[in-house]
């Protein structure tokens, strides 16, 4: 059974930081790209940042350029999104999704596996 298990959400001030973490089972994780996407209340969901398993390229949305930083531990299955510098826009429900390749996951928005979301929200 496939299986992205996200965590680390929580309530933040602004220009706090938080790291997400998503532990990946059931598919072969050098394979896949792995990513985070968020849906704000009222909003559509958007492409935050992806990481490739097997070259460790990255991609990131403009609006966290310089703020969140995306990583892999092969070895643990799982994916880190460190944040910092966080703004009440940031909130949202984060999703780990995994795909193809970055560019299929990020720019495409196709996605094979979502994990169930976890809640980050940050206060002014």
């Known amino acids: 059974e496939v299986q992205l298990v996200e965590s680390g959400g929580g309530l933040v001030q602004a220009g706090g930081s938080l790291r997400l973490s998503c532990a990946a089972s059931?598919?072969?994780?050098?394979?896949?790209?792995i990513g985070w996407f968020r849906q704000a209340p009222g909003k559509e969901r958007e492409g935050v940042s992806c990481?490739?398993?097997?070259?460790?390229?990255?991609y990131y949305a403009d609006s966290v350029w310089g703020r969140f930083t995306i990583s892999s531990d092969n070895a643990k299955n799982t994916v880190y999104l460190q944040m910092n510098s966080l703004k009440p826009e940031d909130t949202a429900v984060y999703y780990c999704?995994?795909?193809?390749?970055?560019?299929?996951?990020?720019?495409?928005?196709?996605?094979?596996?979502w994990g169930k979301g976890t809640l980050v929200t940050v206060s002014s």
């Open positions: 059931g598919f072969t994780f050098d394979d896949y790209a």
């Open positions: 990481i490739s398993s097997s070259d460790e390229r990255t």
């Open positions: 999704v995994a795909g193809e390749g970055p560019r299929e996951v990020f720019l495409q928005g196709i996605v094979d596996y």
